[in-house]
């Protein structure tokens, strides 16, 4: 071998050991999370978006069944191999993390600044002192009706509870298609796209809900009573057998084109843009009265935090401030349509149906589900009753003040507002 040939394996082996160790000082970076479905939403949009930016920084999505992850997050964080960043279930869940130091105080981390009081709400102390997640997306309740249907009948798009009713009476009048879409067997429905949905237009969203919390108001005020009075009217306009009906059967019978309105959380667009042969509008639930401030449910649904074992918090950090940045909630909210950015700037959204949500956050005051910050903490919960009480009253085998009266009895079992 010549000196030549020599010295040139020796530079190569030399270049490729260099090569060998910038490669090996990459750090990866694991996202634990429930949301399987976003999978290739990562692989192919986010994390090229973050690598790019961030050479040496490598990051892994790796989602456990959502009706597994709880459990198998635990045991992850017990043995001390959960991944560096753990995605937030909202409020006690995720509360409860941080008091076993699980998850990092995260108050001070560049790019929390871009989020409001309400949207940091999910994953913020009681007393306010400590943040402990990025708040990544919340979920919007309205309404999603069939716009051949609205137009075959002349019907406008309901603004108020009246007109509301009258566009029900008009659609059950024409016999063509079920009114609304809403069953109520798997009893959460009831609760969910029924009581809070139209509710926060009655307790005026975050005051009454605040309220509630301080003990200034009860469940049997006629703020609280009222949307059950409202929602003993809707058994007349979800057809026959309503009372056997699951959620999958309300999407079906909407997507079918067999329901002309359907109380939806703004999960469903996605779903219903795939299933549905027809166009599709929502509107905001309707006031009470005409010129009356308008309210929706802008419910915090994920978020996602530093585990407080991690061995990268630094690059972790990096990450979770560029989660925390416009460029992160344009493609998140536009990959996910129905899943909207909590970040303050506004994003513009290519789905017209996402738009139409999205856009209700200018003109309605923003709250989120009454019973899940603090109130369902304790025996009974508060949350799981409401499902109960939802459908009895639509079903009619319990009256709104009943209804009322027994959350309320639960509620004060186990619950003194802190004085």
Same mark, same amino acid.
């Given at each position: 071998?010549?000196?030549?040939?020599?010295?040139?394996?020796?530079? *190569?082996? /030399?270049?490729?050991?260099? *090569?060998?160790?910038?490669?090996? +000082?990459? %750090?990866?970076?694991?996202?634990?999370?429930?949301?399987?479905? @976003?999978?290739?939403?990562?692989?192919?949009?986010?994390? =090229?978006?973050?690598?790019?930016?961030?050479?040496?920084?490598?990051?892994?999505?790796?989602?456990?069944?959502?009706?597994?992850?709880?459990? *198998?997050?635990?045991?992850?964080?017990?043995?001390?191999?959960?991944? @560096?960043?753990?995605?937030?279930?909202? &409020?006690?869940?995720?509360? #409860?993390?941080?008091?076993?130091?699980?998850?990092?105080?995260?108050?001070?981390?560049?790019?929390?600044?871009? &989020?409001?009081?309400?949207?940091?709400?999910?994953?913020?102390?009681?007393?306010?002192?400590?943040?402990?997640?990025?708040?990544?997306?919340?979920?919007?309740?309205?309404?999603?009706?069939?716009?051949?249907?609205?137009?075959?009948?002349?019907?406008?798009? =309901?603004?108020?509870?009246?007109?509301?009713?009258?566009?029900? @009476?008009?659609?059950?009048?024409?016999?063509?298609?079920?009114?609304?879409?809403?069953?109520?067997?798997?009893?959460?429905?009831?609760?969910?796209?029924?009581?809070?949905?139209?509710?926060?237009?009655?307790?005026?969203?975050? #005051? !009454?809900?605040?309220? $509630?919390?301080?003990? +200034?108001?009860?469940?049997?005020?006629?703020?609280?009573? +009222?949307?059950?009075?409202? $929602?003993?009217?809707?058994?007349?306009? $979800?057809?026959?057998?309503?009372?056997?009906?699951?959620?999958?059967?309300?999407?079906?019978?909407?997507?079918?084109?067999?329901?002309?309105?359907?109380?939806? !959380?703004?999960?469903?667009?996605?779903?219903?843009?795939?299933?549905?042969?027809?166009?599709?509008?929502?509107?905001?639930?309707?006031?009470?009265?005409?010129?009356?401030?308008?309210?929706?449910?802008?419910?915090?649904?994920?978020? %996602?935090?530093?585990?407080?074992? /991690?061995?990268?918090?630094?690059?972790?950090?990096?990450?979770?401030?560029?989660?925390?940045?416009?460029?992160?909630?344009?493609?998140?909210?536009?990959?996910?349509? !129905?899943?909207?950015?909590?970040?303050?700037?506004?994003?513009?959204?290519?789905?017209?149906?996402?738009?139409?949500?999205?856009?209700?956050?200018?003109?309605?005051?923003?709250?989120?589900?009454?019973?899940?910050?603090?109130?369902?903490?304790?025996?009974?919960?508060? #949350?799981?009753?409401?499902?109960?009480?939802?459908?009895? %009253?639509?079903? !009619?085998?319990?009256?709104?003040?009943?209804?009322?009266?027994? $959350?309320?009895?639960?509620?004060?079992?186990?619950?003194?507002?802190?004085?």
């Amino acid at each position: 071998m010549t000196r030549t040939t020599l010295k040139g394996l020796l530079l *190569a082996s /030399s270049i490729l050991g260099s *090569a060998g160790l910038a490669h090996a +000082e990459d %750090v990866t970076l694991t996202i634990e999370s429930w949301r399987n479905d @976003d999978l290739a939403i990562w692989q192919e949009k986010l994390i =090229p978006a973050f690598e790019a930016k961030h050479p040496g920084i490598k990051v892994k999505f790796a989602p456990t069944a959502p009706t597994e992850y709880n459990a *198998a997050l635990n045991a992850k964080l017990d043995a001390g191999s959960a991944g @560096d960043l753990i995605t937030c279930r909202p &409020f006690d869940a995720s509360l #409860e993390l941080y008091n076993k130091k699980h998850l990092a105080d995260l108050t001070a981390l560049p790019g929390m600044e871009n &989020f409001s009081p309400v949207a940091k709400s999910a994953w913020t102390t009681d007393d306010g002192s400590a943040t402990f997640c990025v708040p990544m997306a919340s979920v919007i309740h309205g309404f999603i009706y069939n716009k051949d249907a609205f137009d075959q009948l002349g019907i406008q798009i =309901p603004t108020t509870e009246a007109e509301f009713f009258a566009a029900l @009476d008009k659609i059950k009048a024409d016999g063509n298609y079920i009114p609304m879409a809403m069953g109520t067997k798997d009893l959460w429905e009831a609760a969910t796209m029924g009581y809070q949905n139209i509710g926060p237009t009655y307790w005026k969203g975050e #005051e !009454g809900r605040a309220a $509630l919390i301080k003990g +200034e108001q009860k469940l049997t005020d006629a703020a609280w009573v +009222e949307p059950y009075k409202v $929602l003993a009217k809707w058994k007349d306009y $979800l057809g026959d057998g309503f009372e056997a009906q699951t959620y999958p059967d309300s999407q079906n019978l909407f997507t079918l084109g067999r329901a002309a309105i359907y109380p939806a !959380g703004s999960w469903e667009i996605g779903l219903f843009n795939t299933q549905a042969q027809f166009k599709m509008g929502a509107f905001p639930p309707p006031v009470k009265n005409a010129g009356d401030a308008c309210y929706i449910s802008d419910h915090n649904d994920i978020g %996602v935090g530093l585990n407080a074992k /991690s061995e990268h918090a630094e690059e972790a950090k990096k990450l979770l401030t560029w989660i925390s940045s416009p460029e992160f909630a344009d493609i998140y909210a536009n990959s996910l349509p !129905g899943f909207f950015s909590l970040n303050s700037t506004a994003v513009k959204m290519a789905d017209p149906l996402a738009q139409e949500f999205v856009s209700w956050r200018e003109k309605c005051k923003p709250t989120i589900r009454s019973t899940y910050q603090i109130l369902s903490r304790g025996t009974p919960n508060l #949350e799981n009753e409401t499902w109960v009480e939802s459908a009895n %009253v639509i079903n !009619g085998t319990d009256t709104p003040e009943v209804a009322a009266e027994k $959350l309320q009895k639960g509620l004060d079992g186990w619950y003194k507002p802190a004085k």
